[in-house]
């Protein structure tokens, strides 16, 4: 799993798109972390599992809150964990991203997790030839977000399948609406692929400016009305929306955007009961998303937060072959725990 | 092999059936089957064919400033193996080949080179920035008769500014050739805008940039009675534009490259800056259209955009790249693949797109001339049987980004003789 079409098997597996996912990859790393989130229950929320292994958060953009739920993640693994970020590093003085990246194959990371400005970039950094490690997409440009859309995939499971009836279960059948700057949104681009893979309708809403040329080719519908879309939808999912999209004509105003596109308490009210108000944060209260619908029950977004910790700790497991099932005795009898790990070491 | 008296013996000239070629000194003294090679070097070119030395409107040669990619010398060794006896090197240079001076120096290190005639091209506007016409008329009158203007790089967006330089360039025959592409559609643009753009999440360049740009200024160019040449036309939309102003007799010519025959967006895929373009890589649809007009002539030549970057430039994420590919040692080739072993055109088609033709658009005297006694002996012969895996390696350029390496591709040139002097022999530099 997890592997580059033509990657020597030898190598070691990366995450860089959603599409690199199969259903079963998917569900494997839902699981997995359904695993990992019962050691957060934990009074210990530590687990040796990738002991004297070292995991370098390589973030050439600020991003606190992805940076810490890797870092947080990597080290309830016990994993040794370096962040290297771009600001007062020798990137700023000009270094290029390959010369980055021999650096800290010189260094010996395991495994490179990075967001990046580019588009690709981790790509690049998978396909080079520069680094031998495992490298993990957390972010690239306005391209793709994997682990996010992970996270929102088991946040859905968990709330809407169940967290013991998921395991093993997919989406299917399952209607999530995306909503807002898809254009610019790597979140959107990882979710409307990975949720298509795990069998959920994905619809996604924004104004016409707002979608990519070619958006045709996307598995899922596309709606310019919201409050179409809000009836026959499971749950929503709003993206965070720059204000300074204004000014580039993609919308007139702040507040047009607002009446048109905005999630606030009368919108919410025409979504089927129990349906789920998503974020990925950080949010733009008052302009996407009202601080009312923000702060309701329906909303998961402190939920997705502890979640993204448990699908990263899964994703770093499984790409590092842990020698040992993730969690001793958790579902001992279950032969999955133990597949994922034969399945890891024998490839 | 530079000898006053060489025999090419049994070659087919243009294609054509087998024949013999005389060069006497400069020129070509005879062309006859069975001649008698008398005291000539004789070169055996059974099924080679043989065209008239091929001519490139449009070459970027780096020199001065970026010595480090090209050189006027590497760049035209690299010519040679490639075929061309005439390469137009263009104005984006540092400084910017916007004086008679500059103008002078790469002319004069053509000279120098002895490898293939170099005809430089003037910066439209001062400095390339699109405000002010630089001195046209200086570097028309300099030794390096400038007679083709370009703002390479960047489009002459203005239309007032690009009205006027049409206009002005009248007085001495020249041409502008635009680089057509509509700045504002195209902030932060990285690939061509599409399917693909959508998924990869790369800045889209739309072709309306190109297409609206080209509409507007074969409109210009037919009101003020001048000639406009568009470069490296990239849609197929563009290529509508232009069979429309040519319906209406208007002066428009236009050239196309070789990986815009060949290659589509869908490499892009692996974020390898090497298909990193401008303009970009279209779709299949754009592809076939192409290579459509340039067999039946609503684009009238294949121009190399020959675009020499050090490794460093490639070797990065996309986003942080050089935009450019090399051309001139693998653009006959392409060619050969796409559009004579295809059958959209035969080798006399070939001939007049990659040497007749721009040096018409050109202006350039003694090149694209018939294979017939008396005339220049600008010459090259290749073997259309060969095939082979491009190995930038092996490249005479300084630079190394090719779009092909690895990929297999048919033709390789034998020979090539500048004015009678062999400047290739046997596939290697002479």
Same mark, same amino acid.
């Given at each position: 799993m997890l592997r ?5 098997p030898r190598?070691p597996g990366h995450l860089?798109?959603?599409?690199d996912l199969t259903r079963d990859d998917a569900v494997l790393i839902l699981d997995t972390a359904e695993e990992m989130a019962r050691v957060a229950d934990r009074p210990i929320k530590k687990l040796p599992t990738l002991r004297g292994r070292t995991v ?13 739920s890797f870092e947080v993640a990597a080290k309830r693994l016990s994993a040794d964990v ?28 395991d495994a490179?997790v ?20 495992a490298?993990v ?9 994997p682990t996010?859309a992970l996270l929102d995939a088991f946040t859905l499971r968990r709330r809407i399948v169940g967290a013991d009836e998921g395991l093993g279960k997919d989406l299917a059948?399952v ?19 990975l949720?298509?893979t795990l069998g ?31 009836? &026959?939808? #499971? *749950?929503?999912? +709003?993206? =965070? ?10 919308? @007139?105003?702040? /507040? ?5 596109? &905005?999630? #606030? *308490?009368?919108? +919410?009210? =025409? ?10 944060? @950080?949010?733009? /209260? ?14 998961t977004?402190?939920e997705q937060v502890a979640n993204g910790v448990s699908i990263r700790m899964a994703v770093l497991y499984l790409l590092l072959g842990g020698n040992e099932p993730a969690v001793a005795h958790a579902r001992a009898t279950d032969p999955r725990a133990t597949e994922a790990t034969v399945t890891e070491e024998s490839k | ?430």
């Amino acid at each position: 799993m997890l592997r580059l079409p033509g990657a020597n098997p030898r190598t070691p597996g990366h995450l860089i798109s959603a599409a690199d996912l199969t259903r079963d990859d998917a569900v494997l790393i839902l699981d997995t972390a359904e695993e990992m989130a019962r050691v957060a229950d934990r009074p210990i929320k530590k687990l040796p599992t990738l002991r004297g292994r070292t995991v370098v958060n390589l973030f050439f953009e600020d991003s606190t809150r992805t940076r810490t739920s890797f870092e947080v993640a990597a080290k309830r693994l016990s994993a040794d964990v370096i962040n290297f970020s771009a600001k007062g590093s020798s990137v700023s003085k000009g270094e290029s991203l390959k010369d980055t990246a021999l650096t800290l194959e010189a260094m010996g990371a395991d495994a490179v997790v990075i967001r990046h400005g580019a588009s690709g970039a981790p790509y690049r950094l998978a396909t080079s030839g520069w680094i031998d490690g495992a490298v993990v997409n957390a972010g690239d440009g306005t391209h793709e977000h994997p682990t996010q859309a992970l996270l929102d995939a088991f946040t859905l499971r968990r709330r809407i399948v169940g967290a013991d009836e998921g395991l093993g279960k997919d989406l299917a059948g399952v209607r999530v609406t995306i909503v807002g700057d898809v254009l610019h949104s790597r979140v959107a681009r990882s979710n409307v692929l990975l949720l298509h893979t795990l069998g959920a309708e994905v619809t996604l809403v924004a104004p016409p400016t707002l979608v990519p040329v070619g958006v045709g080719s996307w598995p899922c519908r596309v709606s310019y009305d919201l409050d179409e879309a809000l009836p &026959g939808t #499971d *749950a929503v999912m +709003m993206l =965070r929306v720059q204000r300074e999209r204004m000014n580039a004509a993609f919308f @007139p105003t702040e /507040r047009e955007y607002s009446r048109r596109y &905005g999630l #606030d *308490a009368d919108r +919410m009210d =025409r979504m089927p009961d129990g349906a789920l108000v998503m974020h990925p944060g @950080p949010m733009n /209260r008052g302009m996407e998303i009202t601080a009312e619908v923000a702060d309701s029950p329906r909303a998961t977004i402190v939920e997705q937060v502890a979640n993204g910790v448990s699908i990263r700790m899964a994703v770093l497991y499984l790409l590092l072959g842990g020698n040992e099932p993730a969690v001793a005795h958790a579902r001992a009898t279950d032969p999955r725990a133990t597949e994922a790990t034969v399945t890891e070491e024998s490839k | 092999m530079s000898t006053n008296k060489i025999l090419i013996r049994g070659a087919r000239v243009l294609g054509g059936d087998a024949q013999d070629v005389l060069i006497d000194g400069e020129t070509i003294s005879r062309v006859a089957p069975g001649l008698d090679a008398g005291g000539a070097t004789v070169v055996e070119a059974a099924g080679q064919i043989l065209l008239p030395g091929l001519v490139d409107l449009h070459t970027h040669l780096r020199e001065p400033g970026r010595e480090d990619s090209e050189t006027v010398l590497t760049g035209t060794r690299a010519a040679a193996k490639g075929g061309f006896t005439a390469v137009h090197a263009m104005a984006n240079t540092f400084p910017v080949a916007d004086t008679a001076g500059v103008v002078e120096q790469v002319w004069r290190l053509g000279q120098a080179s002895g490898y293939c005639d170099v005809q430089p091209v003037g910066a439209v506007t001062v400095g390339l920035e699109g405000k002010q016409l630089a001195e046209l008329g200086a570097m028309h009158d300099s030794a390096a008769q400038v007679r083709v203007f370009s703002d390479d790089g960047k489009c002459v967006d203005d239309a007032v500014i690009m009205r006027r330089a049409l206009e002005y360039v009248k007085a001495f025959d020249g041409v502008v050739a635009q680089h057509a592409q509509e700045p504002r559609l195209t902030e932060g643009a990285q690939m061509n805008e599409g399917v693909v753009s959508s998924e990869l999440g790369l800045g889209g360049w739309p072709a309306v940039a190109e297409e609206s740009i080209i509409a507007r200024d074969v409109l210009l160019a037919a009101h003020v009675g001048s000639r406009v040449h568009i470069c490296h036309l990239s849609t197929a939309g563009s290529v509508e534009i232009v069979r429309w102003a040519k319906s209406k007799g208007w002066n428009v010519t236009a050239e196309v490259t070789p990986h815009h025959l060949l290659l589509t967006d869908e490499l892009v895929r692996s974020y390898d800056p090497v298909y990193k373009v401008n303009p970009p890589l279209r779709t299949d649809a754009d592809v076939m259209a192409l290579r459509e007009a340039l067999a039946d002539g609503t684009i009238d030549c294949v121009a190399t955009d020959h675009a020499p970057h050090p490794h460093e430039d490639k070797d990065c994420e996309w986003a942080a790249a050089a935009m450019g590919m090399v051309g001139l040692e693998t653009a006959l080739s392409v060619v050969q693949e796409t559009m004579v072993d295809t059958g959209l055109t035969d080798w006399a088609g070939v001939a007049d797109r990659m040497s007749h033709r721009p040096a018409a658009i050109g202006r350039l005297a003694g090149h694209g001339r018939p294979i017939a006694a008396g005339e220049p002996a600008n010459l090259v012969l290749l073997d259309p049987a060969y095939r082979g895996a491009v190995d930038p390696a092996d490249f005479a350029s300084r630079s190394r980004n090719s779009p092909y390496a690895g990929r297999e591709l048919p033709g390789r040139v034998t020979h090539t003789f500048l004015r009678g002097k062999a400047t290739v022999t046997d596939g290697k530099l002479a």
